[in-house]
């Protein structure tokens, strides 16, 4: 517990300074990825006074494009905080950031629970506790000396680049489209600087939900109703500089956007 407490206060302090995170000491680096989510857990907890409560999840590396990006064949997660979370038409500035970049994404909102009792979760079984889907914007950021280099058990336990979101209007689940056929354009300074599908989401975005559940019930914890679900990008990474624009579009979801000065 004592290396987990140590690297945790390393990482908190250097999201706190904005400065980028080096590779952890020897003897305190995590050197699993179920190591890397002990010392998340710890993470949230010395950011709580300063970003506020957890109010949702990020997915990362559901789509084969990120996961060839980043070199992790399988979904991440970290914590969404209160203070990270946007609407539609934020000017936000980039110099918050120590590089910032966006995400495409299909969030969703729980209308129930989805408890550890009730796993294993598949697509199916998680569809009824979502009450809306909305066009998202992940803000993430490298904050890293070199995240190439870094490892996946320090990007798990540092929330693996989540910075918050950019949330659009929602959508109703019995009012939403087909989200296989959800066509994803980001475009920034209005040019397309990517496209994807929600069938690139781990084949559908319940399954990515799915995955979450059933990652969060092996530790007994559960979604909780109310909470915001980032399902991953099914675009690249789009890394911006100061005065950049950016807006999702997500066909039938709506469009999300927002500047970074």
Not at 103 to 123: K, M, T
Not at 164 to 176: F, Y
């Amino acid at each position: 517990m004592d290396s987990i407490l140590a690297a945790a206060r390393v990482i908190a302090t250097a999201r706190r300074s904005g400065t980028p995170l080096d590779p952890l000491a020897a003897g305190v680096a995590s050197g699993t990825e179920t190591e890397g989510y002990r010392i998340q857990r710890a993470v949230h907890d010395l950011l709580l006074p300063q970003a506020g409560a957890i109010v949702g999840h990020k997915i990362g590396c559901t789509s084969a494009v990120m996961q060839q990006y980043l070199n992790i064949p399988h979904p991440c997660s970290g914590g969404v905080f209160q203070r990270g979370v946007f609407e539609s038409g934020a000017s936000l500035r980039a110099g918050d950031y120590v590089r910032v970049g966006v995400e495409c994404e299909i969030a969703v909102q729980l209308a129930r629970d989805l408890a550890p009792a009730a796993a294993p979760f598949a697509a199916d079984s998680v569809a009824p506790a979502i009450d809306c889907y909305l066009p998202a914007i992940e803000i993430v950021d490298d904050r890293y000396a070199d995240w190439q280099t870094i490892g996946a058990p320090t990007l798990v336990a540092d929330d693996f680049f989540a910075a918050g979101c950019v949330l659009g209007s929602p959508v109703a689940r019995a009012a939403a489209p087909n989200l296989l056929e959800v066509a994803g354009r980001a475009v920034v300074n209005g040019l397309e600087a990517g496209r994807g599908s929600g069938a690139d989401v781990l084949g559908h975005p319940h399954n990515a939900l799915a995955w979450l559940a059933n990652h969060l019930a092996a530790e007994g914890k559960a979604l909780r109703a109310g909470e915001i679900v980032l399902t991953g990008s099914p675009v690249k990474t789009i890394w911006l500089k100061a005065d950049d624009a950016a807006v999702m579009e997500l066909g039938g979801l709506g469009t999300v956007a927002a500047t970074f000065a």
